[in-house]
């Protein structure tokens, strides 16, 4: 993947305003979000796998940091330089709090153009967990590229989602809507594949949240190696 990624992720700006609505739903939700989702074993794995696949003192993002637990906390216990972005203040305000050895960005996505945390090449390790099922499916290679481009050659990047034949659609989430996206299985390997990352590890979970209004889901994890 070449630095045309930058140019190419132009057009996920045009859904920005749709995003900071998704961002205002979380505001809302604030730390009930880690109440309702109590018990994270696959994420925990993946960040285990990412934490010690890297060399101690890796800069790794944190895209979708969301409250800063379980995974910015982790990778910085295991001695990493944790940047974490999310699009929601309050979830920024909760990852500061939590994760005080990290540093913390309101940020979307597509503001990463640009090298607004450095460029291509500036992390050696990626945690991506449930954030890009928050975009469109025309949108997710192109994020997949950017990051591509912002990971040193051969770094990692953990990847989840939720097992889904869905595009863009609307669900009920802890009394708020929210807008989703997500593959099955085999075509998510195809999308990451076509981006440029080999896959090196999966796992799949099934997944119960305490809360009545999120339907039981399939988590799938990827890990991914920049090739």
């Given at each position: 993947m070449s630095a045309t990624h930058y140019d190419e992720y132009e057009?996920?700006?045009?859904?920005?305003?749709?995003?900071?609505?998704?961002?205002?739903?979380?505001?809302?939700?604030?730390?009930?979000?880690?109440?309702?989702?109590p018990h994270k074993e696959g994420q925990l794995a993946s960040?285990?796998?990412?934490?010690?696949?890297?060399?101690?003192?890796?800069?790794i993002l944190d895209l979708g940091c969301g409250t800063g637990l379980p995974t910015a906390r982790q990778l910085a216990d295991a001695g990493h330089r944790v940047?974490?972005?999310?699009?929601?203040?309050?979830?920024?305000?909760?990852?500061?709090?939590?994760?005080?050895?990290?540093?913390?960005?309101?940020?979307?996505?597509a503001d990463l153009r640009g090298g607004r945390l450095?460029?291509?090449?500036s992390f050696d390790g990626i945690a991506a967990?449930?954030?890009?099922?928050?975009?469109?499916?025309?949108?997710i290679p192109y994020a997949l590229g950017m990051l591509h481009d912002l990971l040193r050659p051969e770094g990692l990047l953990a990847l989840s989602m939720v097992e889904a034949d869905v595009d863009d659609f609307t669900?009920?989430?802890?009394?708020?809507?929210?807008?989703?996206?997500?593959?099955?299985?085999?075509?998510?390997?195809?999308v990451v594949h076509d981006a440029g990352f080999d896959v090196v590890g999966e796992d799949a979970y099934a997944y119960a949240p305490s809360s009545t209004d999120v339907p039981?889901?399939?988590?799938?994890?990827?890990?991914?190696?920049?090739a």
């Open positions: 057009g996920l700006n045009r859904l920005a305003l749709d995003r900071a609505g998704q961002a205002e739903a979380f505001d809302a939700i604030g730390d009930r979000y880690d109440d309702a989702f960040g285990a796998w990412l934490a010690g696949a890297l060399p101690a003192g890796s800069r940047v974490g972005i999310d699009l929601s203040p309050s979830m920024v305000a909760l990852a500061r709090e939590n994760t005080p050895d990290a540093d913390f960005h309101r940020l979307d996505i450095g460029g291509p090449g967990y449930f954030s890009l099922l928050m975009l469109p499916r025309a949108e669900i009920p989430f802890l009394g708020n809507s929210i807008r989703v996206s997500g593959y099955l299985r085999d075509d998510l390997r195809r039981p889901e399939i988590q799938l994890f990827l890990h991914l190696r920049r």
